[in-house]
């Protein structure tokens, strides 16, 4: 069964670091997310991306974040320089055109120290 | 405004009972998707239950069921027969049209369902 796959599966960083999160969608799938969820938090919208562009963004996702999907099956999602708030479970996930539904990966754990 | 509500920060459950974990929304888009993810300890986001706000039946996957009342804009899932494996954290979440033609999914801040032997 086709599945979204994260890496890495578990990040710690300095404070003030650039942290890459990446992510492989499922292959036919049109539109990613990044959620993220705060330890014991519930799953907050980050960003969505449709047609190589950001298509929706909430009010977390500011300057320090960004997307990209360099080159067609990659979707990456980067931390300019991480603060401790940004630690945090991050959830790709990725849908088809129905919008029925949308697969998440297994999540990446980030831990800023 | 909460978008979506899941009064049951916590439930506990006999096993091979059934359990309704509780979820209302609040939409003014007509059309909308209600779906349940299950998050175990492990932490992976599991789709379990999709329900379209046109669909005129409520949606069913194996034991889990989706109660759908629009009228009071409820989304209950409902486990039946539960299993150890069902002690997780479920979520509710909504699907909303978004500004750009793209969707939004809202969640819940979670349901932590305890089975017990």
């Known amino acids: 069964e086709p599945e979204v796959t994260q890496t890495p599966s578990h990040q710690v960083t300095q404070m003030g670091q650039e942290v890459i999160l990446r992510c492989v969608p499922i292959?036919?799938?049109?539109?990613f997310y990044w959620y993220r969820q705060i330890l014991g938090q519930k799953v907050e919208f980050l960003v969505s991306f449709y047609n190589n562009e950001i298509s929706e963004k909430s009010e977390i996702f500011d300057d320090q974040f960004s997307v990209e999907r360099p080159d067609g099956s990659n979707f990456t999602l980067k931390i300019r320089s991480t603060k401790l708030e940004d630690s945090a479970m991050y959830f790709c996930a990725s849908g088809g055109r129905s919008g029925n539904t949308i697969y998440f990966g297994e999540g990446s754990w980030l831990t800023v120290v | 405004a909460q978008k979506i509500t899941q009064t049951q920060p916590g439930m506990f459950v006999q096993e091979k009972e059934a359990v309704t974990l509780d979820c209302t929304y609040d939409t003014s888009d007509p059309s909308y998707g209600l779906f349940w993810y299950k998050q175990p300890s492990s932490g992976e986001m599991i789709f379990l239950i999709y329900q379209g706000s046109y669909d005129q039946q409520n949606a069913t996957e194996g034991r889990y069921s989706l109660n759908f009342q629009k009228a009071r804009k409820s989304a209950n899932l409902v486990i039946s027969a539960s299993q150890l494996g069902d002690s997780a954290m479920y979520f509710c979440a909504m699907r909303e049209g978004g500004t750009s033609g793209t969707y939004k999914y809202i969640f819940g801040t979670g349901t932590r369902l305890k089975v017990l032997a």
């Open positions: 292959s036919n799938h049109l539109y």
